[in-house]
């Protein structure tokens, strides 16, 4: 497993920003990821997740990741998956149960933009 880590890279026009997920994050980091995530909206109005090198997570991490979509959408910002999910969240989102394509209250009723595709 490699280092766990949290970081944000800025567009190069600087239009916007990306938090990088990468190795497994957990509820010990779910705190350091929400601080991440608020900074990154308080200053851009898009907002990019690749969690393409997330290992592993567990379900707090998702659900600051879902807090983070609901109050991007309340204060009209947007917030993005870049690429594809990585098989560790697909798993995660078919241990609880989540289902990709309901509507999501939170998000201007939109599918779930992180768990598309997860099932």
């Known amino acids: 497993m490699s280092q766990q880590k949290i970081m944000t890279t800025v567009a190069s026009d600087g239009t916007g920003a990306t938090v ?20 990154a909206f308080s200053e851009f109005p898009l907002v990019s997740l690749d969690a393409r090198q997330l290992e592993g997570l567990d379900v707090s991490i998702l659900q600051t990741i879902c807090s983070a979509c609901k109050s991007a959408a309340a204060s009209g910002r947007r917030f993005v ?9 697909k798993a995660l989102a078919g241990d609880i149960g989540a289902h990709r394509e309901s509507p999501c209250r939170q998000n201007n009723s939109e599918p779930c933009l992180f768990l598309r595709g997860a099932l």
């Open 20 to 39: 990088v997920l990468t190795g497994e994050l957990n509820i010990e980091t779910a705190a350091e990821l929400q601080r991440t995530l608020r900074g």
């Open 81 to 89: 998956l870049e690429g594809e999910l990585p098989a560790c969240m």
